[in-house]
């Protein structure tokens, strides 16, 4: 565990590894959703084909997907990637309702999962942010 790993001032044991539990998985998500695309996986495939989208953009959002995670990933450059990560899901939610599947859910959970996690963990997020007075 590194310096960055452990608890902030300000943050209590509790939700520092509460937010890093919430912050795991849009994280797993997100980097198999993107190995998937990589892989072009038959799945993969079919999805896009079903979105309307040409199978050769999947290594290009795949590329996408996980830099954004990796971005998140990383302590300093957490609330970039934050910010990216929800550029992207906002990105799926109007691709999937344009074709009539409105099971967005997913896609609006993992983007509050990405938000709360950070909240969770980082003290400057809080203090730009305060739930309350």
């Known amino acids: 565990m590194t310096q960055a790993d452990l608890p902030r001032p300000g943050v209590s044991k509790a ?3 509460t937010g890093c539990i919430l912050s795991a998985i ?3 998500m997100l980097l198999m959703s ?5 892989m072009k996986a038959p ?3 079919d999805g ?4 309307g989208w040409p199978a050769e953009y999947a290594l290009g959002l795949g590329i996408l997907e996980i830099a954004c995670t990796l971005v998140y990933l990383i302590p300093q450059t957490s609330v970039l990637g934050a910010i990216l990560m929800t550029g992207y899901l906002g990105g799926a939610i109007p691709t999937h309702v344009r074709v009539g599947q409105f099971g967005v859910v997913p896609q609006i ?3 509050i999962f990405v938000w709360l996690g950070l909240y969770l963990r980082v003290p400057r997020l809080r203090a730009l942010v305060p739930l309350r007075s």
């Open 48 to 51: 896009f084909k079903e979105l």
């Open 43 to 45: 799945p993969v495939v």
């Open 109 to 111: 959970g993992l983007g």
């Open 26 to 28: 849009p994280v797993l």
């Open 15 to 17: 939700a520092f590894w």
């Open 34 to 38: 993107g190995t998937m695309k990589l």
